[in-house]
Nanobody, 124 residues
C-alpha cells in the first residue's frame, strides 16, 4: 500500500518560493506516475504538475515557467519547486501516485493514492 506524506508548505509573500516534498512509503515497486494537485477553498482540485517513469512531465498553464517537478528515486521523494508565487497559488497541495499506464498526467482519475496535503498560503 503506497503511503504519501507531504511537507514544505507554509505562508509566504507574493514573489517568494517554496519547495514541497512528498515522501513515499510502503511499496517495493515504484509508482509509474506521480503528481501534485491543489485545491483552493470553494474550487475543484486541479492538477499542478506530474511526471512518469519515462521522464515525461506536464504542468498546468497557471504554473508553467514558475514551477519544477522532480524526483529523487533513492529517497523515494517527489518535489515541487514553486517560484514567483502569487496569491492565486494559495491552496492545499496534494501528492498523488499511481501504477497504471496510458492515463493523463494531470487528471485526478489517473491516481489511486493520495497524501493528506500541505497548505500553501501566499499573501499579497
Amino acid at each position: 500500500q503506497v503511503q504519501l506524506v507531504e511537507s514544505g508548505g507554509g505562508s509566504v509573500q507574493a514573489g517568494g518560493s517554496l519547495r514541497l516534498s512528498c515522501a513515499s512509503y510502503g511499496y517495493t515497486s515504484s509508482p509509474y506516475r506521480m503528481g501534485w494537485f491543489r485545491q483552493a477553498p470553494g474550487k475543484e482540485r486541479e492538477g499542478v504538475a506530474a511526471m512518469d517513469s519515462d521522464g515525461t512531465t506536464s504542468y498546468a498553464e497557471s504554473v508553467k515557467g514558475r514551477s519544477t517537478i522532480s524526483q529523487d528515486n533513492a529517497k523515494k521523494t517527489l518535489y515541487l519547486q514553486m517560484d514567483s508565487l502569487k496569491p492565486e497559488d494559495t491552496a492545499m497541495y496534494y501528492c498523488a501516485a499511481d501504477y497504471r499506464r496510458f492515463l493523463p498526467l494531470l487528471s485526478e482519475q489517473s491516481y489511486n493514492y493520495w497524501g493528506q496535503g500541505t497548505q500553501v498560503t501566499v499573501s499579497s
